[in-house]
């Protein structure tokens, strides 16, 4: 895992040393991404410079060191992730006659670019990759990102410099970088709690789409053209459900454990300690399963948890750990030590981005990289195998209301609105109540599933309970909210069944924008490498996508088929209980340690002052979570996350 960087400008200096310099400016900001081993090469007659930042997990020789040239000269690179079919591709390019000096894949790849060409090289990588490719003879740059977006890579233009990297840092220690913010993202962003591709903060700056390569020609530098894709997220969902999986439970059972085998058994490979990350949940405990099912030790396992009972998941992770025979470490943080965190998440981040659990995951992968170097996650299982609650809500809604006009709908959503949260946690959550009928966080979801009752359609129902601000174009001083995929119905997918559409969306937004994002910070900020064997290997993705639904959510459970490979290793006792997930208590930190921090960031005479949001509704929403009329916590970490991010870059 590493860090890249780069910039072409032809009217740039001709001087070898000056581009050098500039080029390894541009890699000091992402050391953390590599801190192994550095590198840089440039080209004076073209004005290419490509920076590298190593962190060193497999050939850990210098044989591994970039930017790296094809055996031919023809081409540069600079790559960032890992391709686990390295044994694969390199026995079948040695059949062609290709050599190789060491074994690292970057050097594979590069053969297999020079064999079949770029795009079909691409498409028969199984991995997690962002990387830039300079042609030599045809003087033309190439960025790619994987599939699904595990590996970042933004780029766009500076004056006369088009800039990339794989942090917007990097491309800010550019001097023709300007850092002016895109008020429509800032729109978005306190939608989604993240920025979505292709929108950065910065105006002239984009994130590449997963799954596309662009593709930069010298005459093309002052108006960039389009990615173009190389895998389609939505051709293969529509395939999925057109084609579907037509054994029995017991045959699906058997073909999903062997396909996740094979891929966490790639995912082991490396020249580096490594483990896993375990929450005790169905999707770290059945990664952490086929790990120790195919390892001669003990597999190291990390967990961290908190004395606050309705946050804490660490006992759950100790009883899998003791149960599967992993070398087990644990960290019990006090809440000193996680809100210690927040001031590093501007720096960690680099944008505005506003989901909470930032801070357990950069908790959790400082404890691991004291021990490891990678470390496997996770992520991934909820959106291919339907474990989130809105794929059950989102029927209950339209089966239940859909019938009822819309303005009595509306009259009954005021009257659920007008009961305080806090009165529906203790009436659904309270100690009175038998612990099989208990609904954590039961007012936070009551007011989502309320403030939805008014839509008029599944896909609007989706889109308020995924939604932060309801009209964030609103609280922004001169923007206009632009389309994303959310909102942009000719980039939907064409599903027969509203679940499997959810489940497509969570796929192309919330993952890649959120999630990924979020783990790739938080690990690589500690200079840890995460892989993520559910979605880094595109045959399980393409796989999951074949299940039928009822394969995956059966008897009001989501990950029904994903449940039975784990129960093979792990009682089932031991996994079925109440999600807690994987947060902290932020909406009690605002009211308490965390207030004069808020209040400083909040405070009316600022929010006018900078210009950015209109202050009314932020301060009301203030007033209303301090008194405990509502718990606004999301919204305002949305803010808070902005004016942090503003303050330490702005």
Request: with cysteine; aromatic share 10%.
């Amino acid at each position: 895992m590493c860090g890249i960087t780069g910039f072409w400008d032809p009217s740039g200096a001709d001087c070898a040393e000056e581009l050098q310099a500039l080029v390894t400016a541009m890699t000091e900001p992402i050391r953390h991404r590599g801190p192994d081993d550095s590198g840089t090469w440039v080209d004076t007659q073209v004005g290419i410079s490509l920076g590298f930042r190593r962190l060193a997990i497999l050939d850990l020789s210098p044989a591994g060191h970039q930017p790296m040239f094809s055996a031919d000269g023809r081409y540069v690179i600079v790559f960032n992730g890992e391709i686990y079919n390295l044994a694969e591709l390199r026995s079948e390019l040695s059949a062609f006659g290709h050599g190789f000096r060491g074994h690292s894949d970057t050097e594979m790849m590069l053969a297999a670019v020079c064999q079949w060409g770029l795009v079909p090289a691409v498409r028969r990588f199984n991995g997690m990759f962002a990387f830039a490719l300079w042609d030599r003879q045809e003087r033309q740059l190439h960025l790619v990102r994987d599939r699904l977006g595990i590996k970042p890579l933004y780029y766009g233009r500076a004056g006369q410099a088009f800039l990339f990297g794989s942090e917007l840092k990097a491309l800010r220690a550019h001097p023709a970088f300007r850092d002016e913010i895109d008020r429509n993202a800032l729109a978005l962003y306190l939608r989604h709690n993240a920025i979505p591709a292709p929108y950065t903060i910065y105006t002239n700056f984009c994130k590449l789409l997963p799954g596309t390569i662009l593709t930069l020609s010298e005459n093309q530098l002052h108006q960039i053209p389009a990615p173009a894709p190389y895998w389609s997220a939505r051709e293969m969902a529509e395939a999925g459900v057109a084609r579907p999986f037509t054994g029995s439970d017991r045959e699906a059972v058997r073909e999903l454990d062997e396909r996740l085998r094979l891929s966490v058994r790639e995912r082991m490979i490396a020249d580096v300690p490594l483990g896993a990350f375990l929450s005790g949940g169905v999707d770290s405990s059945t990664i952490v399963a086929l790990m120790q099912a195919q390892s001669s030790r003990p597999v190291r396992t990390f967990t961290i948890g908190f004395q606050e009972s309705g946050y804490n998941e660490a006992e759950y992770a100790r009883e899998v750990a003791r149960h599967l025979g992993t070398d087990h470490t644990e960290l019990y943080v006090t809440p000193e030590q996680a809100r210690a965190v927040i001031p590093r998440l501007p720096a960690l981040y680099d944008e505005p981005f506003a989901d909470s659990s930032q801070i357990p995951t950069f908790l959790v992968s400082e404890l691991a990289r004291r021990h490891v170097t990678v470390s496997l996650s996770g992520d991934g299982g909820d959106e291919l195998f339907g474990g989130y609650n809105r794929y059950s809500w989102v029927k209950k809604i339209r089966r239940t209301i859909g019938w009822i006009p819309a303005s009595l709908r509306s009259h009954a959503a005021a009257a659920l609105l007008r009961i305080p949260p806090a009165s529906w946690d203790a009436a659904l959550s309270g100690r009175f109540i038998p612990s099989r009928w208990r609904i954590s966080e039961a007012g936070e979801k009551i007011r989502k599933i309320a403030e939805s009752l008014p839509a008029d359609s599944p896909e609007a129902i989706y889109l308020d309970l995924v939604s932060h601000w309801k009209e964030p174009a609103s609280i922004v001083r001169g923007a206009a909210e632009p389309p994303s995929v959310l909102t942009s119905r000719e980039s939907w997918a064409c599903l027969p069944d509203y679940t499997a559409w959810m489940m497509y969306m969570d796929l192309v937004t919330y993952l890649p924008d959120d999630i990924l994002v979020k783990v790739d910070r938080a690990s690589m900020g500690v200079s840890l490498e995460a892989r993520v064997p559910y979605l880094d290997d595109h045959r399980v993705v393409e796989f999951a996508w074949r299940l039928p639904l009822r394969m995956k959510m059966r008897h009001g459970q989501g990950k029904w088929l994903l449940r039975q490979v784990l129960y093979q290793y792990v009682p089932r006792q031991m996994i079925e209980r109440p999600k807690k997930g994987f947060s902290v208590p932020i909406d009690a930190w605002l009211k308490g340690p965390l207030r004069g921090w808020a209040e400083s960031l909040l405070g009316e005479r600022r929010l006018k002052d900078e210009g950015f949001f209109n202050p009314k509704p932020i301060r009301q929403k203030w007033q209303e979570h301090l008194i405990g009329k509502h718990n606004w916590q999301y919204h305002l970490w949305d803010i808070l996350m902005f004016q942090a991010w503003h303050e330490a870059n702005g």
